[in-house]
């Protein structure tokens, strides 16, 4: 009894044992036959079994492998050829002479299809995806006996030696064509590709090099190197940097060179809504990480400015945002007037090489034939409420200013749910400044628009470069303008607005060339020709309208010298763009020589023309010539100023020039002002 239960034990060890030995021959077996398994014999029920389950066509043509691991297989295809669905424009998802697919294992079993490596030579690829979510990727049959919503694959490495890409997806307005080319003598960029189609209904064509790999989807890999030269209709693009993943455009970090016609261009390609602009140059680095694009180290130019700053642009909102500073060391007055509807003019149009210059203000404005010039552009109300935007932008200096000598200027520019606000808008002008704000309410359409602007301490000898070359004028001028109403444009808010406009000056002086002109006093010009210029005191000025839906109606236009007083009437069309003012010159002294009379503007903003009521003129005429006919001394009699001219009571001018007078106008300032704080 002793020694059998001594043996017992020892009996169940060899068992154990002989257990072990007996499992792990089988281990040893198995993995002999699976690595040795004759794959190919598999190769016509595969065939089979894939067609069935995505509906398509799917052969191996050639011969099938098979290299086991723990965790991942890899799948050797000499020759594949994978049809797409019907629907799709290709006729094959991939046909390729050659294909090694790396494929995890143990996600089969959720039925998950995990593709850390696909190794293509040769290759055809036709993908495409429609708005109703069908990808040519997707791997499923519908109930249609279709492919196209089944499961998507997650590839992580895709090399390509050689082939082709056919890429359509009509909802996002891409259509394009690629040839691949790989050669390893090209060090660290050996994947040479180029591209042509259309993208965003643009012509698209672009060319570069890679690394041998492209990163599909994030799998823990280093992002790969790209360089790329596109062209996407007026835009170019050059860029170097690397990628993280293809299918989300993420992890970017590339040095770029962007040039094309406007900015306003890259709205139907990224979907950023900018500006309306001249022709633009701009290099800098950007970097994007999930939602959110980085533009850094900008610098560059627009136009004839210099431009430069820093971007974001965050598309995980529900309403993509814009944010950023932007500045200009220079910046060039031509290159305003697109921002307000205008083209550029000829110079800014040429002022960047390597862009066809848009049409240019000089060539609309012929082409135009309606002999008017205020923007006719109309806002883009559906850019105004794709996205929110906060960005300020300051110019050290302004050049070229002609008649509006603007010093510098800065702006913040707020764009929040289809509210587009300039606030504050800070112009430094003639030594003084413009300050306020402007708001665009493209909620509904036309858009509510209104703009409230104060000026303040103007230079008069800034604004009137004949009287700054004079070298004694001086004189301040204060003023305001609030006007509001309802346009599609420029042209069209102004030819409907209401509100207040006024210009105030108090005491000053300037040389008197222009008052001598203006009011035509003989002796004066003898005068002034004899002695040359003198000092005129300015006693107060005051210009001021009421403006009723786009009629802008003189309220106070009053200019009291020393030696004359100017009282103007009438008004400014700005739907029609004509101009119709009376001024009466006033000398205050006793002259001979004069053939005063009231002088007028006419004509229209094109073509504004000045000019003298006649009747009286031609009266004074006929005075001289009965005179000459009896004494030639009697012809100046004819000609004889008294004088009548009297100071202004200055304090009536400011203050009549300081409230609207009419109920339209009264409402259209209050609703103007209501937008500044």
Request: with cysteine; net charge positive; hydrophobic share 40%.
């Given at each position: 009894m002793a020694g059998s239960s001594i043996n017992a034990p020892s009996r169940s060890a060899r068992s154990a044992k002989r257990g072990l030995l007996a499992l792990g021959v089988l281990l040893v077996a198995l993995v002999l036959l699976l690595m040795f398994f004759p794959w190919d014999v598999l190769r016509g029920p595969i065939n089979r079994y894939v067609s069935d389950k995505t509906g398509r066509h799917f052969e191996i043509t050639r011969r099938l492998d098979v290299t086991l691991g723990l965790r991942q297989a890899t799948v050797h295809l000499d020759g594949i050829e994978f049809a797409n669905p019907s629907w799709a424009r290709a006729p094959y998802?991939?046909?390729?002479?050659?294909?090694?697919?790396?494929?995890?294992?143990?996600?089969?079993?959720?039925?998950?299809?995990?593709?850390?490596?696909?190794?293509?030579?040769?290759?055809?690829?036709?993908?495409?995806?429609?708005?109703?979510?069908?990808?040519?990727?997707?791997?499923?049959?519908?109930?249609a006996?279709?492919?196209?919503?089944?499961?998507?694959?997650?590839?992580?490495?895709?090399?390509?030696?050689?082939?082709?890409?056919?890429?359509?997806?009509?909802?996002?307005?891409?259509?394009?064509?690629?040839?691949?080319?790989?050669?390893?003598?090209?060090?660290?960029?050996?994947?040479?590709?180029?591209?042509?189609?259309?993208?965003?209904?643009?012509?698209?064509?672009a060319e570069g090099r890679t690394g041998n790999v492209l990163q599909i989807d994030h799998v823990g890999q280093p992002p790969f190197p790209i360089e790329i030269k596109a062209a996407a209709g007026r835009t170019r693009l050059n860029a170097s940097g690397t990628v993280g993943s293809l299918t989300e455009l993420d992890e970017i970090d590339a040095k770029f060179d962007l040039k094309g016609q406007t900015l306003g261009d890259l709205y139907g390609l990224l979907g950023v809504a900018l500006p309306q602009t001249s022709p633009y140059a701009v290099r800098g680095q950007v970097r994007k990480r999930a939602k959110l694009w980085e533009v850094s180290s900008m610098a560059g130019r627009l136009g004839l400015s210099d431009i430069g700053g820093q971007l974001s642009f965050d598309q995980g909102a529900a309403t993509p945002k814009l944010s950023g500073t932007l500045s200009s060391k220079v910046m060039d007055m031509d290159d305003l007037g697109p921002l307000i509807g205008l083209p550029p003019t000829e110079r800014s149009a040429k002022a960047v090489e390597g862009v066809a210059p848009p049409p240019t203000v000089e060539q609309v404005q012929r082409r135009r034939g309606d002999g008017k010039v205020l923007p006719t552009a109309p806002l883009d109300f559906e850019r105004l409420r794709a996205m929110n935007a906060d960005v300020r932008y300051t110019a050290e200096r302004i050049r070229n200013v002609r008649d509006i000598p603007l010093d510098r200027g800065s702006v913040h520019v707020a764009l929040q749910d289809a509210v587009l606000?300039?606030?504050?808008?800070?112009?430094?002008?003639?030594?003084?400044?413009?300050?306020?704000?402007?708001?665009?309410?493209?909620?509904?359409?036309?858009?509510?628009?209104?703009?409230?602007?104060?000026?303040?301490?103007?230079?008069?000898?800034?604004?009137?470069?004949?009287?700054?070359?004079?070298?004694?004028?001086?004189?301040?001028?204060?003023?305001?303008i609030n006007i509001s109403g309802a346009?599609?444009?420029?042209?069209?808010?102004?030819?409907?607005?209401?509100?207040?406009?006024?210009?105030?000056?108090?005491?000053?002086?300037?040389?008197?060339?222009?008052?001598?002109?203006?009011?035509?006093?003989?002796?004066?010009?003898?005068?002034?020709?004899?002695?040359?210029?003198?000092d005129v005191q300015l006693r107060c000025a005051a210009v001021a309208f009421d403006v009723n839906k786009g009629v802008m109606d003189s309220r106070t236009m009053v200019l009291d010298t020393s030696n004359a007083v100017f009282i103007a009437t009438g008004q400014a069309n700005l739907a029609k763009e004509t101009l119709d003012f009376t001024i009466r010159p006033e000398p205050k002294s006793k002259s001979i020589l004069s053939i005063r009379t009231p002088l007028t503007v006419g004509g229209t903003f094109a073509n504004p023309r000045p000019g003298v009521e006649v009747a009286p003129l031609l009266a004074r005429a006929a005075g001289v010539v009965a005179g000459a006919t009896i004494n030639p001394l009697l012809a100046l009699a004819a000609t004889l100023e008294t004088g009548p001219g009297k100071d202004a009571d200055c304090g009536a001018v400011l203050q009549d020039a300081r409230t609207p007078d009419s109920r339209t106008a009264t409402q259209g300032a209050a609703r103007a002002k209501a937008i500044r704080p």
């Amino acid at each position: 009894m002793a020694g059998s239960s001594i043996n017992a034990p020892s009996r169940s060890a060899r068992s154990a044992k002989r257990g072990l030995l007996a499992l792990g021959v089988l281990l040893v077996a198995l993995v002999l036959l699976l690595m040795f398994f004759p794959w190919d014999v598999l190769r016509g029920p595969i065939n089979r079994y894939v067609s069935d389950k995505t509906g398509r066509h799917f052969e191996i043509t050639r011969r099938l492998d098979v290299t086991l691991g723990l965790r991942q297989a890899t799948v050797h295809l000499d020759g594949i050829e994978f049809a797409n669905p019907s629907w799709a424009r290709a006729p094959y998802l991939v046909k390729a002479e050659r294909a090694d697919i790396d494929l995890r294992l143990w996600p089969l079993l959720r039925g998950a299809v995990v593709l850390p490596g696909v190794r293509l030579a040769g290759p055809q690829l036709g993908l495409q995806m429609e708005a109703d979510g069908r990808r040519t990727w997707a791997l499923g049959k519908s109930d249609a006996g279709e492919g196209g919503k089944g499961t998507v694959p997650t590839i992580g490495l895709l090399q390509v030696d050689n082939g082709a890409l056919d890429f359509l997806a009509p909802a996002y307005g891409v259509d394009l064509q690629a040839q691949f080319s790989f050669d390893p003598a090209r060090g660290d960029l050996p994947l040479s590709y180029s591209m042509k189609g259309r993208y965003k209904q643009q012509p698209l064509s672009a060319e570069g090099r890679t690394g041998n790999v492209l990163q599909i989807d994030h799998v823990g890999q280093p992002p790969f190197p790209i360089e790329i030269k596109a062209a996407a209709g007026r835009t170019r693009l050059n860029a170097s940097g690397t990628v993280g993943s293809l299918t989300e455009l993420d992890e970017i970090d590339a040095k770029f060179d962007l040039k094309g016609q406007t900015l306003g261009d890259l709205y139907g390609l990224l979907g950023v809504a900018l500006p309306q602009t001249s022709p633009y140059a701009v290099r800098g680095q950007v970097r994007k990480r999930a939602k959110l694009w980085e533009v850094s180290s900008m610098a560059g130019r627009l136009g004839l400015s210099d431009i430069g700053g820093q971007l974001s642009f965050d598309q995980g909102a529900a309403t993509p945002k814009l944010s950023g500073t932007l500045s200009s060391k220079v910046m060039d007055m031509d290159d305003l007037g697109p921002l307000i509807g205008l083209p550029p003019t000829e110079r800014s149009a040429k002022a960047v090489e390597g862009v066809a210059p848009p049409p240019t203000v000089e060539q609309v404005q012929r082409r135009r034939g309606d002999g008017k010039v205020l923007p006719t552009a109309p806002l883009d109300f559906e850019r105004l409420r794709a996205m929110n935007a906060d960005v300020r932008y300051t110019a050290e200096r302004i050049r070229n200013v002609r008649d509006i000598p603007l010093d510098r200027g800065s702006v913040h520019v707020a764009l929040q749910d289809a509210v587009l606000t300039l606030d504050p808008l800070d112009l430094g002008v003639a030594g003084g400044k413009i300050a306020g704000a402007i708001r665009i309410g493209a909620a509904s359409q036309p858009a509510d628009i209104r703009a409230a602007l104060d000026l303040r301490a103007l230079q008069l000898a800034r604004l009137v470069p004949k009287l700054e070359a004079s070298g004694n004028s001086v004189g301040r001028i204060d003023g305001r303008i609030n006007i509001s109403g309802a346009g599609s444009s420029v042209a069209t808010w102004l030819g409907g607005a209401s509100g207040d406009v006024a210009l105030l000056m108090g005491a000053g002086q300037f040389g008197n060339l222009l008052p001598v002109f203006a009011t035509l006093v003989g002796g004066d010009i003898l005068k002034f020709l004899a002695r040359g210029d003198k000092d005129v005191q300015l006693r107060c000025a005051a210009v001021a309208f009421d403006v009723n839906k786009g009629v802008m109606d003189s309220r106070t236009m009053v200019l009291d010298t020393s030696n004359a007083v100017f009282i103007a009437t009438g008004q400014a069309n700005l739907a029609k763009e004509t101009l119709d003012f009376t001024i009466r010159p006033e000398p205050k002294s006793k002259s001979i020589l004069s053939i005063r009379t009231p002088l007028t503007v006419g004509g229209t903003f094109a073509n504004p023309r000045p000019g003298v009521e006649v009747a009286p003129l031609l009266a004074r005429a006929a005075g001289v010539v009965a005179g000459a006919t009896i004494n030639p001394l009697l012809a100046l009699a004819a000609t004889l100023e008294t004088g009548p001219g009297k100071d202004a009571d200055c304090g009536a001018v400011l203050q009549d020039a300081r409230t609207p007078d009419s109920r339209t106008a009264t409402q259209g300032a209050a609703r103007a002002k209501a937008i500044r704080p």
